[in-house]
């Protein structure tokens, strides 16, 4: 089991549960948590659904190992769903998301912030958009629904810089609606939800499709950007040296690279 379900009355949540791998999404975790997310979405007991983490990470991004697998292994077998089925999973779930952030977030653990109606962070926590440090783009539409989100400057030294940002910081620019202690973000994030979910169910979903129809198209678009530019640079010569290094438990060097890389 890759990712746990409990039910509290409308209230359904979901727990990224690779503890040992940092929550770190497999094709396994993908295909589960899109699934999930289909499920709620004509569950008529479901009204709003809270994503976490187990143990020290909520998630650590892409599996690099399965990464590499993914370029190197003429035999690797992808999911049902994958990557990109979980981000139409995300973009389509019509109720509202509510993510929990327990600890660090990496890659799509914190691209996922994006499709968000209301995120809480431990303050603990970190995240990360580590995409220049793997030689690769953006994902899950975050060249869009970033600037949107937080604006121009912070989206784009979120994006290019692959520092960490702390809980704080991640609150001063509106990509998280408050911070919490460790032992109240849950209780904070399900009384959230509890409140939401005594709400019409058919309300909720009205609020949102009005809030998220407008900006559809353009969400659509980015996505199609994003992964064009990321297929024309997965294996290419800086993500492969970063997943080089990353095998090899060392920094990526990427001076000696060929010009333009």
């Given at each position: 089991?890759?990712?746990?379900?409990?039910?509290?009355?409308?209230?359904?949540?979901?727990?990224?549960?690779?503890?040992?791998?940092?929550?770190?999404?497999?094709?396994?975790?993908?295909?589960?948590?899109?699934?999930?997310?289909?499920?709620?979405?004509?569950?008529?007991?479901?009204?709003?659904?809270?994503?976490?983490?187990?143990?020290?990470?909520?998630?650590?991004?892409?599996?690099?190992?399965?990464?590499?697998?993914?370029?190197?292994?003429?035999?690797?077998?992808?999911?049902?769903?994958?990557f990109?089925?979980?981000?139409d999973?995300?973009?389509?779930?019509?109720?509202?998301?509510?993510?929990?952030?327990?600890?660090?977030?990496?890659?799509?653990?914190?691209?996922?912030?994006?499709?968000?109606?209301?995120?809480?962070?431990?303050s603990?926590?970190?995240?990360?958009?580590?995409?220049?440090?793997?030689?690769?783009?953006?994902?899950?539409?975050?060249?869009?629904?970033?600037?949107?989100?937080?604006?121009?400057?912070?989206?784009?030294?979120?994006?290019?810089?692959?520092?960490?940002?702390?809980?704080?910081?991640?609150a001063?620019?509106?990509?998280?609606?408050?911070?919490?202690?460790?032992?109240?973000?849950?209780?904070?994030?399900?009384?959230?939800?509890?409140?939401?979910?005594?709400?019409?169910?058919?309300?909720?979903?009205?609020?949102?499709?009005?809030?998220?129809?407008?900006?559809r198209?353009e969400?659509?678009?980015?996505?199609?950007?994003?992964?064009?530019?990321?297929?024309?640079?997965?294996?290419?010569?800086?993500?492969?040296?970063?997943?080089?290094?990353?095998?090899?438990?060392?920094?990526?060097?990427?001076?000696?690279?060929?010009?333009?890389?």
């Amino acid at each position: 089991m890759v990712l746990k379900v409990v039910d509290d009355e409308r209230v359904r949540v979901l727990t990224l549960d690779r503890p040992d791998s940092l929550n770190a999404f497999n094709e396994q975790l993908y295909d589960a948590l899109a699934s999930e997310l289909s499920i709620a979405t004509t569950d008529p007991s479901v009204a709003v659904v809270v994503l976490t983490g187990a143990g020290r990470a909520f998630s650590a991004g892409t599996d690099l190992l399965e990464m590499q697998a993914r370029i190197t292994d003429p035999d690797f077998t992808p999911g049902k769903f994958g990557f990109l089925g979980l981000i139409d999973a995300l973009a389509d779930f019509p109720k509202p998301l509510i993510v929990a952030v327990n600890g660090l977030g990496l890659g799509i653990g914190a691209t996922i912030l994006g499709f968000a109606d209301l995120a809480f962070m431990s303050s603990t926590a970190r995240l990360k958009c580590p995409f220049t440090s793997l030689g690769v783009a953006p994902e899950a539409a975050s060249s869009y629904l970033f600037p949107r989100l937080i604006g121009h400057q912070n989206a784009a030294w979120m994006l290019m810089s692959a520092e960490w940002m702390t809980a704080d910081e991640a609150a001063q620019i509106g990509l998280v609606r408050s911070v919490c202690t460790p032992e109240e973000l849950m209780p904070t994030a399900l009384r959230h939800a509890r409140l939401l979910a005594a709400r019409p169910i058919s309300s909720l979903i009205a609020v949102k499709r009005t809030m998220i129809e407008p900006i559809r198209a353009e969400i659509a678009a980015a996505r199609e950007r994003e992964n064009a530019c990321f297929a024309e640079l997965m294996g290419g010569p800086a993500n492969t040296e970063a997943l080089m290094a990353f095998a090899e438990g060392r920094e990526p060097d990427f001076t000696n690279l060929p010009a333009g890389w």
